[in-house]
């Protein structure tokens, strides 16, 4: 029954592997290396599904005749300082993801800051915001069904609160950059750590950012209904995401990853499976942990080529679960399913 409680709340949905955070040449704005054509095969041969292009400073990219939803995700990603920031740095970049052009575009004229000149071929500033301010952007966001990422956090702004790297729960902290092995996602995932450990609801995601061309060394897997940036999204905005290379889905009773609910007489059932090219090796050992607020909770092997399921009984104190996969022989985390957080 356990495992046929997770089948039912996942029904109609498959894995989708892609890149949430990169950049392609679509104009004099933008300094990714590679048109789109370049991106359509490359992701066909890396076996991606999707890619999100965040051009810098337009909104040019989503009009471009080789533009396809559901292979490439819109949206934009600029900097800003955040004025009376209290660290000792609180400049940032932001990741702003919508299924389309117009929200983006609506966004950047509600907020004359941006200074947007408007139309497909509209150009916009990045300009300082007060923490009010930003988080008031921060909302409109989420309010027009878009999705917010922090990306590369501890790479750019520095303070000792992890608090001050959140500014909306319910938004996404890049914790895997570039690859999963340098000392970026190292420093990001001990952030995500001190994130959940002060109770805020924040969702892992990762991102490649190498500007260049398409690589499959920071995905991010979503069970979606179809192929489509509205379905990607709307996983993304519940937190039902895994970030990394592995497909980890996960209920408590009714409630998916990413969710809220009561542990009291709970049941959290979870699945691992859905290994992408990039990370699947036979030869490898596989390791899953399941984690509380206070560490690993179980450990235990896994193969890469049939899917694995587990089942126990929710402890009511623990403050949210989630669940790891690593590969032993290199080390490396390769996924990180978002928790499901316990009613306080």
Not at 26 to 49: F, I, N, Q, V, Y
Not at 77 to 94: A, R, W
Not at 120 to 127: A, L, M, Q
Request: hydrophobic residues 35%; glycine residues 8%; contains cysteine.
């Amino acid at each position: 029954m356990d495992i046929q409680k997770l089948e039912e709340l996942y029904a109609g949905r498959r894995a989708f592997f892609g890149d949430l955070h990169n950049h392609a040449d679509t104009s004099d704005r933008s300094d990714g290396k590679r048109p789109l054509s370049h991106w359509r095969g490359a992701l066909e041969a890396l076996k991606m599904d999707f890619a999100a292009i965040l051009d810098h400073g337009q909104v040019e990219h989503m009009y471009k005749p080789e533009w396809e939803d559901g292979l490439f995700v819109g949206g934009t990603e600029p900097g800003t300082n955040i004025l009376d920031f209290k660290g000792e740095s609180g400049y940032m970049h932001y990741n702003m993801i919508f299924a389309d052009a117009k929200p983006l575009e609506e966004l950047l004229e509600a907020f004359p800051e941006f200074e947007f000149t408007g139309g497909i071929f509209g150009r916009f500033r990045y300009p300082d915001f007060t923490t009010e301010r930003f988080v008031e952007l921060v909302d409109y966001v989420l309010a027009h069904d878009g999705f917010f990422v922090h990306p590369h956090p501890a790479q750019l702004m520095r303070s000792e609160d992890p608090r001050d790297y959140v500014f909306r729960e319910h938004t996404g902290l890049e914790v895997f950059y570039g690859n999963l092995r340098n000392d970026y996602t190292k420093a990001n995932y001990q952030l995500w750590l001190s994130i959940l450990a002060c109770g805020l609801k924040v969702y892992a995601t990762g991102g490649n950012d190498n500007h260049a061309c398409a690589a499959d060394t920071a995905l991010t897997c979503i069970y979606a209904e179809e192929k489509s940036n509205r379905a990607y999204i709307t996983r993304l905005r519940e937190g039902d995401v895994v970030c990394g290379s592995v497909g980890i889905r996960m209920v408590v009773n009714e409630t998916r990853m990413g969710g809220t609910c009561d542990f009291r007489g709970g049941r959290l059932v979870w699945s691992v499976q859905d290994f992408h090219p990039s990370v699947k090796n036979p030869e490898h050992t596989y390791r899953v942990e399941l984690w509380d607020h206070n560490g690993v909770v179980m450990s235990q092997e896994i193969l890469c080529d049939q899917p694995s399921y587990f089942a126990v009984d929710t402890d009511p104190k623990a403050k949210f679960y989630r669940v790891e996969v690593i590969d032993v022989n290199t080390g490396y985390r390769i996924a990180l399913g978002n928790p499901i957080w316990n009613h306080e």
